[in-house]
């Protein structure tokens, strides 16, 4: 039982990672989870996605973990793969994409990055926002719907549409001043 307790509190911080509002996710799929739990995840992914398919290499996700200075290795891609990528984002950004590619990576948020070298790289850096602007789940869009159920119920019928907009807006956009936020 203290295996599987592990195994889901891992699952707990991957989801609550990938649910992330305020920072960027898309690009960060891999965790350390139970070694046997991995495996079985990493054979289904696999089997289900396709790693090794010519058409993985100018998908979003991969698009995004170059662009993250974090991952732009692509060290879970064979070389081929990641040649692919590299060209898919090339003919996007011209020569700036080599200059990019040979800095070391970082451990930094990719959003902070960006705005840091937006003047240093302008074409990838458009691209860059683009790409990891987007949620890697639907969770955030998923919690307004649940916040507008919970505002308008049978007691709460008769509020305008503009009014639950504003009350919606409000509820996801003013940070408590306990909180904190990491870019």
Do not use: G
Not at 91 to 102: G, I, T
Not at 104 to 132: F, G, H, M
Not at 146 to 157: D, E, F, M, P, Q
Not at 158 to 181: A, G, H, T, W, Y
């Amino acid at each position: 039982m203290a295996d599987i307790s592990d195994v889901l509190t891992v699952f707990t911080k991957v989801t609550t990672f990938m649910s992330e509002e305020k920072k960027v996710s898309v690009s960060s799929v891999d965790s350390t989870t139970v070694s046997n739990v991995k495996a079985v995840i990493s054979s289904e992914l696999s089997r289900r996605f396709q790693p090794t398919a010519a058409e993985t290499a100018s998908s979003l996700p991969i698009m995004a973990s170059l662009l993250d200075p974090r991952y732009k290795r692509l060290p879970f891609l064979t070389p081929q793969l990641r040649l692919a990528a590299e060209s898919a984002l090339e003919s996007r950004c011209d020569d700036e994409l080599k200059d990019y590619l040979v800095e070391k990576c970082v451990d930094v948020s990719p959003l902070t990055w960006w705005k840091d070298n937006e003047s240093k790289y302008p074409r990838i850096a458009v691209v860059a926002k683009q790409i990891l602007c987007i949620p890697a789940t639907s969770v955030p869009s998923e919690r307004v719907f649940s916040t507008a159920s919970i505002l308008v119920s049978k007691l709460r019928n008769r509020l305008s549409p503009s009014l639950v907009d504003n009350i919606i807006f409000l509820n996801k956009n003013i940070v408590p001043e306990f909180e904190v936020l990491d870019e």
